[in-house]
């Protein structure tokens, strides 16, 4: 009888393990995970998705309430989506889903103080991975915010990143640099 314990104890330890490792970072969907986060987004609507714990792993330093910012892959982007669609009993369209899936590149969304980023070139935000200084393609405006602070999204290549590693995020504006670190591998 202890046998069949240890046993089970010992197959729920190995079935955590991969279905855990296999949630890092991916670049390449699964159907079957994609129905799942556009259900986590309607089940966490609004902004109490930042609050979940599958995007709260994706935040960093104090978003979405002060300084810091969020790590938008491929899943996290679709249940924040979703989320945000389901306070006006909107869902992702299948065309929606499709152009997440085919895309190439993440996004990194932070917030600054307003006055720091009166235009985009006035803040840069970089990914260092080892030696590795990653830039992004782009800079933009985010979503308009309510406070003092502003929203960027810089847009990265996943070809550029190893997604099972530890990255610095750092953000220069013309005053302040700040430097948050995030580990890949428990964004989802």
């Keep these: 009888m202890k ?6 104890v010992l197959v729920g330890i190995v079935t955590f393990g991969i279905a855990a490792l296999s949630e890092a ?4 969907l699964q159907q079957g995970k994609i129905e799942e986060f ?4 309607k089940k966490y609507k609004g902004k109490e998705i930042f609050s979940s714990p599958v995007v709260k792993s994706a935040c960093f330093g104090k978003y979405p309430d002060g300084e810091g910012g969020l790590i938008m892959s491929k899943y996290v982007r679709i249940a924040v989506i979703s989320a945000m669609m389901a306070i006006n ?30 235009a ?5 935000i970089m990914l260092k ?7 992004p393609l782009k800079t933009e405006f985010g ?9 960027l999204v810089g847009t990265f290549q996943y070809e550029k990143v190893n997604p099972k590693a530890n990255a610095a995020i750092i953000v220069k504006t013309r005053k302040v640099q700040k430097k948050y670190t995030i580990d890949f591998s428990d964004v989802k």
């Design 129 to 135: 991975q080892g030696t590795n200084n990653i830039l």
């Design 25 to 28: 970072f991916e670049i390449k």
């Design 143 to 151: 979503m308009k915010r309510k406070d003092t602070l502003r929203t």
């Design 120 to 124: 985009p070139e006035d803040i840069q």
């Design 38 to 41: 556009v259900e986590y987004g």
């Design 89 to 118: 009993d909107k869902i992702l369209t299948k065309e929606d889903i499709k152009k997440i899936e085919e895309s190439t590149s993440f996004d990194v969304v932070v917030t600054v103080p307003e006055e720091y980023a009166k």
């Design 3 to 8: 046998f069949m314990k240890w046993c089970l």
